[in-house]
Structure formats: C-alpha cells, structure tokens
C-alpha cells in the first residue's frame, strides 16, 4: 500500500509559509530591514504564515500577526553548520545540534537542517547526517544561496538520507536577508487548523510542497498508477510542464505533458519535481511503499 500525503485532504486550506527569515537586527546584519517592513513585504506577496528566526537570537513576534497571515516563533541555530528551530521561543546555541534538536522537539518544535549545500556540496557532511535522529527535514531549495556561494539545492541530500528509509520533508525557504529575497521559495502547505499547530500537522502527515512559483493542481494513485498536475498559481493558457519521477532507484522519467502519469512497481518510494516554461519548479513530498 503506497503513502501519498495528498490524498483525501479535505477540511482545510493551502497556503504559503516561509520558515527561514531574518530581520530586525539592524544595519550591517542579515535582518537589516525592520521587522515590520518585512512583514508588510510578505503580506503583500500572500504568505499565510512566516518565522522571523534569528540568528542565536529569539525575536518575539507574537503580538505582530493577524487573520491572514500567522506569525510562527523561532530561532536559526548557527554554530556550524546551521539548523532551524521553529515553535521556541529560546536559542539552543550553547547545545550540540543533537541536543538542540532534542529540546526542540521536547517544547514540541520542528527542525530543519539549513541549505545543505552552502559554500560547498556537503555543508551538512552526510557522515554528520547518518548520525543525526529527530530532526524534520532539510531544505531542497534555499534561494538565498544562489546570491552567495555553493548550490541552494540540495535534492542529493535528500534522496541520499530517503534511499536509506529516513522519511525526512523536504522544504523550501528564502532565508531572507534583503527585500529582492522574498517570495522565492516557499512551501505550499494544507493547513486544517489554525496556528503552528496546523504547520506542524501538516509537515507530519507531508501535505505540503515546496515551490518557486508553482502550485500542485493534484497527486492521486488509482489503479496503481501515480497521476499529478502542477499549475500556475494565476490564469493563464499554459498547461503542459516538465515531469520528473525520482526513485530510490534514481530518475525514472521525465516527460512533458499537461497531466503526467508513472506506473508504481518495487520502488521504495517516488517523489516529482516539475518544472515550468518561466524555471518555476515544484517539489512533492516522497510517496512511500
């Protein structure tokens, strides 16, 4: 029986989140802009729920949010190499990145392991990777370090850690540093409550994926075919995409259609990545055997 996180998702809602943000640390930091201005920045992109997450240090944004757009609370841990700890309101700095995401855990937080490939392929050695229990995920596509150096996708870690049955989430984030940052990568989420509690449901059950401008239309199995549609989030008479299935095996197919389709066999598990005419891309969560 195969795991797809996008069926039956009823009761809910999509929306836009972005966990890796910095702001209101002053000028000469990464989070030189306000706090507000940031904000104001992806409200009006129509991001539902954002983290101002520091380095080493707790931003207190709590009293900021509002109906549309859920402010989460947070910290980036940056004693090498980086982490994200979403849902504390403290820095676990002093801590080992085990212990940290431990206690992140323990205060019933997510974390995700920062931009993978930053300076170099394997900022996050995976020796390092092999040893770490507890974590959420790792971001595949941080937009951010495509201004500064490495690669800001990191898809070869994550199927590197999926081939060997570690069922981690992929994420996208912008790691926001200047306002050109915002709205870059994202992570589509079906939320079915309101809050961090919604967040966190949906990164467990892995009703979300990770976009550059692309939305998912639809991810069904019948018959023990896969059959997914992408679409932009806006009108337009554009239909056909690129499709690529991923396997523990390596890439399976590509095709260029308006609705894809794979025929499941012994594969531990499949995840798509699409890609539109513009370079927009879109990353489903892995569908496990």
């Given at each position: 029986m195969r795991?797809?996180?996008?069926?039956?998702?009823?009761?809910?809602?999509?929306?836009?989140?972005?966990f890796h943000t910095h702001a209101g640390t002053g000028p000469g930091t990464c989070g030189s802009n306000s706090v507000?201005?940031?904000?104001?920045v992806y409200r009006q992109l129509g991001f539902g729920a954002l983290c101002i997450s520091n380095h080493d240090l707790y931003t207190d944004t709590s009293a900021l949010g509002d109906e549309k757009m859920f402010l989460l609370q947070?910290?980036?841990?940056s004693p090498y190499p980086h982490l994200l700890t979403l849902g504390v309101q403290e820095s676990f700095h002093a801590l080992t990145h085990q212990e940290a995401i431990r206690e992140t855990n323990k205060r019933g937080g997510l974390a995700i392991l920062c931009h993978p490939n930053w300076t170099k392929k394997e900022y996050w050695p995976w020796t390092q990777l092999d040893a770490l229990e507890g974590y959420a995920g790792i971001e595949i596509i941080n937009m951010l370090i495509y201004r500064l150096s490495g690669s800001g996708l990191a898809t070869d870690t994550w199927d590197y850690l999926l081939r060997q049955g570690k069922n981690v989430r992929g994420f996208g984030n912008d790691d926001f540093h200047i306002l050109s940052d915002a709205g870059r990568s994202w992570n589509e989420?079906?939320?079915?409550?309101?809050?961090?509690?919604?967040?966190?449901?949906?990164?467990?059950?892995?009703?979300f994926v990770v976009s550059t401008g692309l939305s998912l239309d639809f991810c069904v199995i019948k018959n023990g075919v896969l059959r997914v549609k992408a679409k932009f989030p806006t009108s337009t008479y554009v239909k056909d995409f690129t499709y690529r299935f991923i396997t523990d095996k390596g890439l399976a197919k590509t095709r260029r259609c308006e609705t894809a389709t794979?025929?499941?066999?012994?594969?531990?598990?499949?995840?798509?990545e699409v890609i539109a005419e513009n370079g927009a891309m879109l990353f489903t969560q892995p569908i496990w055997a």
């Amino acid at each position: 029986m195969r795991i797809n996180p996008y069926e039956n998702l009823s009761g809910g809602r999509w929306i836009k989140a972005n966990f890796h943000t910095h702001a209101g640390t002053g000028p000469g930091t990464c989070g030189s802009n306000s706090v507000p201005a940031t904000l104001d920045v992806y409200r009006q992109l129509g991001f539902g729920a954002l983290c101002i997450s520091n380095h080493d240090l707790y931003t207190d944004t709590s009293a900021l949010g509002d109906e549309k757009m859920f402010l989460l609370q947070g910290v980036e841990y940056s004693p090498y190499p980086h982490l994200l700890t979403l849902g504390v309101q403290e820095s676990f700095h002093a801590l080992t990145h085990q212990e940290a995401i431990r206690e992140t855990n323990k205060r019933g937080g997510l974390a995700i392991l920062c931009h993978p490939n930053w300076t170099k392929k394997e900022y996050w050695p995976w020796t390092q990777l092999d040893a770490l229990e507890g974590y959420a995920g790792i971001e595949i596509i941080n937009m951010l370090i495509y201004r500064l150096s490495g690669s800001g996708l990191a898809t070869d870690t994550w199927d590197y850690l999926l081939r060997q049955g570690k069922n981690v989430r992929g994420f996208g984030n912008d790691d926001f540093h200047i306002l050109s940052d915002a709205g870059r990568s994202w992570n589509e989420m079906y939320v079915r409550e309101p809050g961090f509690e919604g967040i966190k449901r949906a990164v467990e059950d892995g009703a979300f994926v990770v976009s550059t401008g692309l939305s998912l239309d639809f991810c069904v199995i019948k018959n023990g075919v896969l059959r997914v549609k992408a679409k932009f989030p806006t009108s337009t008479y554009v239909k056909d995409f690129t499709y690529r299935f991923i396997t523990d095996k390596g890439l399976a197919k590509t095709r260029r259609c308006e609705t894809a389709t794979f025929r499941l066999g012994d594969e531990k598990y499949v995840r798509v990545e699409v890609i539109a005419e513009n370079g927009a891309m879109l990353f489903t969560q892995p569908i496990w055997a």
